[in-house]
Structures are given as C-alpha cells and as structure tokens.
C-alpha cells in the first residue's frame, strides 16, 4: 500500500509536543484520536492493540525514505546516540536550543558539548552554512545529520571540522566524518545567551568570578561585559557543568526505557513532571477502540 503526503502528515503530527502534552495532561488526546482516524493505522492492527502499538506502526510508516521527517532523526539520535552510547545518567538531550536567531535541533551534554542539527529529506540545505558557524561559538562540537543521497552536498558545505552523520534506509547512523571537539572556539558571550540568569551565574561561580548584584533589567548586560572577558574553554566547561545538573534528565531514565520505542523522543521533548509521566504511560497503554472515541 502507499503512502501519500497527506497521511505522512498525519502520521507525522501524532508525534508532535501538542499531542504529548495533552497526554501529560490529561492522559488522552482528541487530537491524537483525529490523527489517527485519517491514516490505515485502525484498519492494519489488531483490536487488542494500544496507543503505543498504534505509534510504533506510524513510526515504522514514516521511516520509509521518501517521508522521514525532522522526528524520525531526532529519534535515532536519541535511540543510538543518548540512549545507545550514553544514557541519561550520564548525558543530558536538549531540544531545540536558541543560538542567536537560530535553533540547534539537538544539543547532547556529557563530558562535552555536541550539537546535531538534522537535514531530512524535507529540509532545505540553503542555511545550513550559516547554522553550523552559529553553533560552533556555542558547542564544543557540531554534527549535522542527514541522508546517505545527501552526503556530497552535505560535505561540500560545512566546514572540515563540522561532523557528518547520515541515516541509513535500515534506521542505522554513520559517521562519515568525525567532529573536532574545540571548546576552545567558542565564545562567551554567545554561551552567555542560551543560559537562563541562575545558570550564567553558576558559571561565573565556577570559573570564580562573583556574579553582580543587580536589577534583573540591568544585570544581563553587565554579565554580557563579565563574559567577554572569560576564558572560552573554561565557560563552554562549566557551562556543561552546570546545564548537567540544572537541566538533568536523570530521573526520567526508567519513565523512558518504559515507554515505547518510538516515543521516547517525543517524551523528552516536554520535560514530564512525575504526574504526567504516569499520564503518559496510561494513554500509551490505552486500548485502539478506546483512544478512537476521545473527544
């Protein structure tokens, strides 16, 4: 049976925040339900089925090459990488995380810095130049992640530096080229700018500068002329350091590896608190028939 653009978009959009959020809410999702009815998922598994069967069905879908999207990426970097390599005792996954205009889709924390922005088949390669030199002033270091029919193009525009990743038709990632790790290279400020108040003053207190007592609406600025003067390294160090602890996934180890393959990205995507956890896995254990009927 094929599989057309409108049904990938469907099947793309159940793993979508909105979706996840309602079901740390709420433990249901019409939207969710809406979704499914327009793809063959309710006509391909059995009754006795679930939520989380019906997931891994859409993901198996979208893996296909002509329709894997933005989350079929982030999966595998979360799958092979985080959870493969690492785990989330030891590393921390970011999403999303603001570079000056720009967004690095993944940010993995461990002893080191490592950004992996993701060109799927849907992406366009017109930024990709400037996105790279973006990240490079904040992350130790920088990979980009797409397709082996990519891998040229990919190559010819990014520095020799800048890693390169591609995803097999078998859902396997590939180092074509290994990223420098250079914390050297990045800048202060920059850092300065993906961090919340409380965590640009935990660096400075371990590079072992005071942070200034100042109003909220003057402070960043003076913590900007604080960090121009800091030795690159040591902040992007004690930036990890301390994203490691204030943004630490630790107690979410078990929650995942509970949950469906397929999802486990999604779940890190909306930084469940203990309640919606036990939500999450209750709409993931939801019978088909149930899940079809929420409104």
């Given at each position: 049976m094929r599989l057309d653009r409108h049904e990938a978009s469907a099947l793309s959009r159940l793993f979508s925040a909105t979706v996840f959020r309602d079901f740390a809410k709420q433990a249901r999702s019409p939207l969710f339900a809406r979704l499914l009815s327009q793809t063959r998922i309710p006509a391909s598994v059995s009754i006795e089925s679930s939520v989380g069967d019906c997931f891994d069905e859409a993901f198996r879908l979208l893996r296909r090459p002509e329709f894997r999207d933005d989350y079929v990426y982030r999966s595998a970097i979360t799958q092979k990488i985080l959870?493969?390599?690492?785990s989330l005792n030891t590393a921390t996954l970011l999403n999303e995380v603001r570079v000056g205009p720009r967004k690095a889709d993944v940010v993995v924390l461990n002893g080191t810095s490592t950004a992996?922005?993701?060109?799927?088949?849907?992406?366009?390669?017109?930024?990709?130049?400037?996105?790279?030199?973006?990240?490079?002033?904040?992350?130790?270091?920088v990979n980009v992640v797409a397709s082996e029919s990519r891998l040229t193009?990919?190559?010819?525009?990014?520095?020799?530096?800048?890693?390169?990743?591609?995803?097999?038709?078998?859902f396997r990632l590939r180092t074509e080229r290994e990223a420098l790790n250079t914390p050297g290279r990045t800048h202060p400020t920059m850092i300065l700018e993906m961090l919340r108040?409380?965590?640009?003053?935990?660096?400075?207190?371990?590079?072992?500068?005071?942070?200034?007592?100042?109003?909220?609406?003057?402070?960043?600025?003076?913590?900007?002329?604080?960090?121009?003067?800091?030795?690159?390294?040591?902040v992007h160090d004690a930036m990890v350091k301390v994203l490691r602890q204030t943004r630490s996934q630790s107690v979410l180890g078990g929650f995942v590896t509970a949950?469906?393959?397929?999802?486990r990205a999604a779940s890190l995507s909306i930084q469940?608190?203990?309640?919606?956890?036990?939500?999450?896995?209750?709409?993931?254990?939801?019978?088909?028939?149930?899940?079809?009927?929420?409104?």
């Open positions: 959870l493969g390599r690492h992996y922005e993701i060109k799927s088949e849907r992406d366009s390669l017109v930024r990709l130049r400037d996105q790279v030199s973006a990240y490079r002033r904040v992350f130790a270091a193009e990919v190559l010819k525009s990014v520095p020799a530096d800048v890693g390169v990743v591609t995803l097999s038709e078998r108040l409380d965590e640009a003053e935990k660096v400075l207190a371990f590079v072992g500068r005071e942070a200034p007592t100042l109003p909220n609406t003057l402070l960043r600025a003076e913590l900007r002329r604080i960090y121009s003067q800091l030795n690159s390294e040591a949950l469906p393959t397929s999802v469940p608190t203990p309640r919606s956890r036990s939500l999450i896995v209750e709409a993931m254990n939801t019978p088909i028939d149930t899940a079809l009927s929420w409104k």
